[in-house]
């Protein structure tokens, strides 16, 4: 295990299309979806354990739940967790973390990954994912981990790469977000493109070099810290800086735009969990493929997820392909694949029923 291998999680979303199950108050990642004793950011931190030491751990997380990462990863530090006072994508986010680090260890290896994602096969990913420290180390590659893909998946992104490469490390050619059905085929059946799962490594001299070429103001900000890191001092100069970073993501900001990135292609199980369909997925399921959470009696259902929190006794009939959140203030049924309206369903009852329900 290399002592500059830093492993920063980012943990500071939402998780809206998870809403109602996952709150402003207490998101996705804080949560426990899998039934398992462990939220999403528990088992993140766990599955990185074998790749590096608990002291090169950095969470990277909005202001308001810096209590929430305190409470579920007692073992961390203060400095270990950033702090960020608005929401700014993933590339200030990046930016913040790798500038802090680069300060403290010039030598730094990073391998960012979001607290959200799903991995089952933690030996397979360990063996990822030191290949990619490999490759990384000593380089100027910006380094992906890709998933080879078993189906023509429309949610995910997807990442080309060159053929011609020899060896596990392969040039990256084109990246595409979420296709339509068609193109997803097309792709599943090219055999040279993988899902984009948002694991990213790279030196921090690499990361922090990219972001003076290609976003310079970004990178101006946080090189202004370099004296202030580790310090009392930090956590002001970040509040004052961090509100004017362009809000923009590492993947449109930097990976589209460098000629040094480089895909590894992963063979573990993954899921990115971005929806209530991925989490019916996932879960164990009954003969009927449902999966039921609570207290539910179920008649003529079939391949639906049904979470129930109230008090209440639900009686489900003829239900197919829905999800039912009995939650105590909200209920939601709809179809559990209606991913794209969960965003229109928050936007709604915060206009109209106001900020508590979300």
Known sequence: MDSNVHIVIMAGGVGSRFWPYSRNAKPKQFIDVLGVGKSLLQLTYERFLSVSNKDNVIVVTNHDYA??????????SDHQILCEPSRRNTAPCIAYAAYKIHAKDPNAIMVVTPADHVVFQYEKFANV????????????????IGIKPTRPETGYGYIQYMEKEKGVVKKVKTFTEKPELELAKTFLES???VWNAGIFVWSTKAITNAFKEFLPDIAESFAEGEDLYYTNEEQVFIDKIYPACESISIDYGILEKSPNVH??????????LGSWDSLHDLRDKDDDQNVVDGDALMFDCKNSIVKVESNRVVILDDLDGYLVGDFKDVLIVCKKDNEAKFRDYVAKVKLERGEKYI
């Open 191 to 193: 055999g040279d493109f």
């Open 263 to 272: 895909v590894i292609e992963g063979d573990f199980d993954w899921s990115d």
């Open 129 to 144: 994912a030191q290949q990619a420290i490999d490759a990384a180390n000593g380089t100027d590659k910006i380094v992906t």
């Open 67 to 76: 209590g929430l990462v305190k409470e579920q990863l007692p073992d961390l």
